[in-house]
């Protein structure tokens, strides 16, 4: 690999910027000041960039904990994304693998890896998701047979069948069955697994047979499962296992 891509892959400046200071000195080779910016080097080489060492990688993984009221995306004039939360990557090239509402939180996979990326993507794999959900209204039997036909959603969207499960369901103050005298409303708890990712697919799903999701959490995607001892905001990176497994979906 040239050195100045080798330098720019590791977010070491723009590629102009970097070939400049290549050409200053700035980077050594195995001990040998290197001043020509189309210098091969590999994995095995040691680089050093203004009396720093740099070690290529060439994919990372990260594992984060999606806080609501941040975007998925990599970059937004505007508004926090989920990559400006990733503070000590070694890549500048993250992405995230699909993408997570606004108000969604949970599991958030982000990689410069391509191929992996579309493999977990790509509709041809129906890689499965589980969501953990609370509805405003009462889920029902008749709820789970519809989810697991394949549920009309609207014009757009006939979802696939996919799996609901009744966690818990609370009735509103006053009524037969509440634990809890403050309950304004009924709710459920649920936990859906789905095999597509379609926009803002769970709570089109859930609107469908009437009712309303007011709070989404992502707790899987294919193999992998979100670490429980992460925090919002919080994120990790992949175990050497855990990414087997995904690349084994």
Known sequence: MRLDKYLTEMGLGSRSEVKQGIRKGAARVNGETVV??????SGEDKVFWKGTPVDFVEYEYIMLNKPAGIISATEDAREKT??????????????PVGRLDRDTEGLLLLTNDGKLAHRL??????VAKVY???VSG??????VKSFAEGLYVDEELTALPAELEILAVHP?????????GKAPEETSEIRLKIYEGKFHQVKRMVHAVGKEVIYLKRLSMG??????????????QLSTSE????YAE
């Open 223 to 236: 193999s992998l499962r979100l670490d429980e001892n992460l925090r919002p905001g919080e994120y990790r």
């Open 138 to 143: 009462i889920m029902t039997e008749a709820d």
């Open 132 to 134: 953990y959900a609370v």
């Open 36 to 41: 020509r910016p189309e210098y091969k080097v």
């Open 82 to 95: 989920v990559v400006d939360l990733i503070q000590d990557s070694r890549r500048k090239d993250l992405f």
């Open 172 to 180: 509103k103050a006053g009524e037969p069955g509440c634990r809890d």
């Open 243 to 246: 990414l087997e497994e995904l």
């Open 121 to 126: 993507l790509s509709p041809r794999h129906h």
